[in-house]
């Protein structure tokens, strides 16, 4: 056991570096991605409006891999940043794709309407690209955090607006400045945002504690802000409803002498019901 704790800063460590190494691999993927998507459309525009194509990469640098094929010359690069298509009809760009291997003087000229179908291609890629995955998250959802899909208050601020007009943890909020809410945070039915927008001295709140509905009228807290400072918006000054979940039990404390373990729900505390973690500080 003493060894397991005494190895526990370095699994900390590790774990940490672990996690920023996949945050850049993800940068570094979709990067890649939107990149060589981009110059797709180019590259497919070209090949669509009969322009000579002489290069299309992936990455850059000193060739993994190349072939030519159908006159165009396919390759993979070393260095994971991007790509290229190479189209002497169009600008130069010796600095980013080579240079050139074919006179660009002998090549035939190309029409204003082909450079603009060419040039608006890559953007129009980026964006159809964009859209698929706004399509897949529409389809699939996304993760939604405990405390953003409740409107059960979870902790109320000592002396904030909400706790004088009597507002409890538990308390499920139905109704802000008269409008449903299904959620706690997030745009239009939300108590954040309706709180946010509302206008007036006092905002009227409905809710449900004990299966008996009841409306108060909070004045709502706006923190004063000078003037190059971005405004405060309105608050009532509570959190939502989260579920206190042990996260690791230290050795040899009170918690561990009790039974606590990792993974177990805190329900009260002294005969207190708990709905957020943040009670228990």
């Keep these: 056991m003493m060894a397991t704790t005494d190895h526990l800063p370095l699994i900390t460590m590790l774990l940490h570096v672990a996690r920023v190494i996949f945050i850049l691999l993800e940068v570094l993927i979709l990067f890649n991605l939107l990149i060589v998507v981009h110059?797709?459309?180019?590259?497919?525009?070209?090949?669509?409006?009969?322009?000579?194509?002489?290069?299309?990469?992936?990455?850059?640098?000193?060739?993994?891999w190349k072939k030519t094929i159908n006159g165009v010359q396919y390759s993979l690069g070393s260095l994971p940043f991007g790509g290229y298509v190479a189209l002497p009809q169009l600008a130069p760009m010796d600095i980013i794709e080579g240079k050139a291997d074919v006179d660009r003087a002998r090549l035939p000229k190309i029409s204003?309407?082909?450079?603009?179908?060419?040039?608006?291609?890559?953007?129009?890629?980026?964006?159809?690209?964009?859209?698929?995955f706004a399509g897949i998250v529409w389809a699939v959802g996304y993760p939604v955090g405990e405390g953003d899909s409740t409107t059960v208050i979870g902790y109320v601020l000592p002396d904030s607006p909400a706790q004088k007009v009597g507002l409890q943890p538990g308390d499920k909020i139905l109704y802000v400045d008269g409008k449903p809410v299904s959620r706690f945070s997030g745009m239009n039915d939300s108590i954040v945002w309706d709180i946010v927008g509302s206008e007036g001295d006092k905002i009227a709140v409905k809710f449900e504690r004990d299966g008996k509905v009841q409306t108060v009228w909070v004045e709502p807290y706006k923190a004063h802000?000078?003037?190059?400072?971005?405004?405060?918006?309105?608050?009532?000054?509570?959190?939502?409803?989260?579920?206190?979940?042990?996260?690791?039990?230290?050795?040899?404390?009170?918690?561990?002498?009790?039974?606590l373990r990792s993974g177990d729900i805190v329900r009260g505390f002294d005969k207190t019901p708990l709905y957020h973690p943040i009670a228990l500080l």
């Design 39 to 64: 110059e797709l459309g180019h590259f497919l525009a070209a090949r669509w409006r009969g322009l000579y194509i002489e290069k299309f990469g992936v990455w850059f640098g000193k060739p993994l």
């Design 112 to 132: 204003a309407l082909d450079k603009i179908i060419v040039a608006i291609a890559g953007p129009l890629f980026s964006l159809l690209l964009a859209l698929f």
């Design 225 to 259: 802000t000078r003037g190059w400072r971005r405004k405060s918006v309105r608050q009532l000054l509570i959190s939502p409803a989260e579920t206190p979940i042990i996260d690791k039990v230290e050795p040899n404390t009170p918690a561990a002498n009790a039974g």
